[in-house]
């Protein structure tokens, strides 16, 4: 069977960015802000569904509203490793939340850890064999923001949040379909409206909750997704290097990986039209002030997952469990 292949012009770009900053925008908030119809974008939204180019709609959860204290970035040589058993170990220290394949036989983790386990990460390490870790940072995910401004986005909560039991259920709806509307929610949650409406936007608000889309690389045609992944010198850098990114690289950028980035480790997923065009917005990321260094990965395929979420509001919500976090240590950066 042929793949149906769609060449992506700049609406269906825009409407890509747009739905990453906050997949639940309505058809009609999209069309008025690019210029088109309602019926016009939804039918360019189910065309790049149908050609796989938007693969899923994603809600992630601030893992520190869920009793994480810990993120962890690993960017992985893989060589002839199972990338089954990989996953499979790092999840015995932690959670693995986003998984992305890029050529050259790397791959990148994004984890969640409670406080505690951080030490037996490091042991960890020599079991990964023959797949060789080639940076790992770790960092105490924050209660406070991260961002300068209310306008740029962040990947920690401004404030510590209990989830109540209403989010909790509210949560795990969404996270099954992530574009749910909102009758649709209070009808099976047994929530009145109202109350959805308030509890979501305060969850989103409260950077709680962050919805995105993954869209397949092998399927946009015509333009190369890449992540860059930006080392600071130290905390006091990141406002600056986060405000020359989004004001010098605005219309690249998809989103900025949400909850899980330590504080001196930004993420971005990027598009470009060409390599060439990779390679120097890599080198203008380079020369902005307080970067130590600038990783450039071409991806292949991201997988995001929600079992560990569903696991830990199972356990908030009193549904019995089987499985049980161990206890951790202190942080750490390796490179190679």
Known sequence: MQIQRLYLDEKDLK??????????????????????TSKS??????????TGVIEKFVL???????????????IVREHTANMDDIINRLNLVGDVSIHSKCMGGISTFCLAIKEG??????????????????????SKLSHSSSASTSTLPS?????????????????????????????????ETSIS?????RRLTKLKDDNVLKFFILCNPVHTVGYIQFALVVNTLDRSSYHQIVGHIYEQLGENILFQLPVTDPDNVLTFLLFSQDIFAADGILKKVESFDGVKRVELFVLTDTTSYDEWVLREIDKKLNIPITRHNEELGPLLEISG
């Open 193 to 197: 409206g109202r109350t959805v409406n």
């Open 117 to 138: 386990h951080e030490d037996k990460l490091k042991l960890l390490l020599d079991s990964l064999k023959p797949a060789s870790v080639r940076i790992m940072f770790t």
């Open 155 to 187: 990947s920690n909560m401004s404030k510590r949040y209990e989830l109540t039991e209403t989010d909790l259920r509210i949560i795990k709806c969404l996270i099954s379909n992530p574009r749910m509307e909102m009758n649709d929610i209070a009808r």
């Open 15 to 36: 409407i890509i960015r747009i739905l990453s900053k906050d997949c639940r925008e309505s058809f009609m908030s999209i069309g008025s802000a690019i210029g088109m």
């Open 60 to 74: 992630k959860v601030n893992p520190v509203a869920l009793g994480y204290g810990i993120g962890c970035m690993l």
């Open 41 to 50: 974008v939804k039918a360019r939204v189910d065309r790049m569904i149908s």
